[in-house]
């Protein structure tokens, strides 16, 4: 299994400010993944993060709203830019395990944009 | 990927085994069937994922039909703890990312 810490748990920012969320593992990984969970809703997928390589994105997200940096195999971190009240949600990084198909879940980062 | 139907939400009494239910009538071959649970407040845990034969760890059991077009989740002796969001996910064997619906809502009640 991975142990997936995510920093800061929670924040209230006010709109048209940028927050970063650090998502930080206890082992080394090849793939991370971020996801954003609206209130009440299920998770979507935002990109999908390689170490020393552009992250992929999904339909809907771009690089100048969410760039992702992941610089190396245990650390990996998101910015929600300019932010609007449409962005309060749960970011949420995840990895899958070495030599698995299960994939593992940060905290995720509570986020309300004022 | 395939996609999942679930019921929105279903109740179950504390003790007793939940089943819940996944139709996945679109799934190919070598298309997984994943379970995750989201307590609360928290990230998804993986719960328990097969290909075509039913599976048991400690926490469920899952059955997949012979056909492969759903599939239920079972937990022998659910607890309060239980209460969860339970999400059905298929998955290619060569795909790397989840992709969630909006999942079934357990409610356990004492």
């Known amino acids: 299994s991975a142990v997936i810490s995510q920093k800061p748990s929670r924040d209230i920012c006010q709109r048209g400010t940028s927050l970063t969320i650090q998502c930080q593992v206890d082992?080394?990984?090849?793939?991370m993944f971020w996801y954003r969970q609206q209130p009440g809703q299920s998770l979507t997928l935002i990109a999908t993060?390689?170490?020393?390589?552009?992250?992929?994105?999904e339909s809907g997200f771009v690089i100048d709203k969410f760039p992702i940096s992941r610089p190396n195999l245990t650390f990996s971190t998101l910015t929600v830019s300019n932010m609007s009240p449409e962005d309060s949600s749960i970011y949420l990084c995840?990895?899958?395990?070495?030599?698995?198909?299960?994939?593992?879940f940060g905290p995720g980062t509570r986020l309300t944009v004022t | 990927d395939a996609k999942t139907t679930q019921p929105p939400s279903m109740d179950c009494a504390e003790g007793r085994a939940a089943n819940l239910p996944c139709n996945h009538s679109?799934?190919?071959?070598?298309?997984?069937v994943y379970w995750y649970r989201q307590i609360h407040s928290q990230g998804p845990q993986y719960i328990i994922h097969?290909?075509?034969n039913n599976e048991t760890n400690e926490m469920a059991s899952l059955i997949i039909t012979e056909d492969r077009k759903s599939s239920t989740l079972i937990l022998p002796h659910a607890t309060l703890r239980d209460t969860a969001v339970y999400y059905c996910?298929?998955?290619?064997?060569?795909?790397?990312?989840?992709?969630f619906g909006a999942g079934t809502r357990l409610t356990v009640k004492p």
């Open positions: 995840s990895v899958e395990g070495q030599g698995s198909y299960e994939q593992y």
């Open positions: 082992s080394q990984v090849t793939m």
């Open positions: 993060a390689n170490q020393g390589s552009e992250a992929t994105y």
């Open positions: 679109t799934i190919s071959g070598n298309e997984y």
């Open positions: 097969g290909l075509k």
């Open positions: 996910i298929v998955r290619g064997d060569n795909n790397n990312d989840m992709r």
